[in-house]
């Protein structure tokens, strides 16, 4: 059985810093396309980063580009997303996916499994 466990979100001041975890279990990360996807209140989940199962340069929503990284621990199969610069508009919940597609993609559909989410607010 797969599980992803989201963790690290919370109420945040403008301009501060976060660090989201997802922990799997049940796969492998360093074998699978991992990505954050979010979710504001009443809008449709948006893709956030996403880093391919083949390697290479991670890839980013314009809107989140120079201020969030997403990066794996593969020692400890969990996926990162450090979040700086936050901004009231990156209010939502974040949830971590796993794939078997090859591809860095922002493609939702691509992902076979979700976690349930983290909250994360930004004040202004």
């Known amino acids: 059985q797969v599980q992803l466990v989201e963790s690290g979100g919370g109420l945040v001041q403008a301009g501060g810093s976060l660090r989201l975890s997802c922990v799997a279990s049940?796969?492998?990360?360093?074998?699978?396309?991992m990505a954050w996807f979010r979710q504001a209140g009443g809008k449709e989940r948006e893709f956030v980063a996403a880093t391919s199962r083949l390697g290479g340069l991670p890839y980013y929503a314009d809107s989140v580009k120079g201020r969030f990284a997403i990066s794996r621990d593969n020692a400890k199969n969990t996926v990162y997303l450090q979040m700086s610069s936050l901004k009231p508009e990156d209010t939502a919940l974040y949830y971590c996916?796993?794939?078997?597609?090859?591809?860095?993609?922002?493609?939702?559909?691509?992902?076979?499994?979700w976690g349930q989410g983290t909250q994360v607010t930004v004040s202004s």
């Open positions: 996916a796993l794939g078997s597609t090859f591809v860095r993609t922002a493609n939702a559909e691509a992902y076979e499994y």
């Open positions: 049940g796969r492998t990360v360093r074998e699978y396309t």
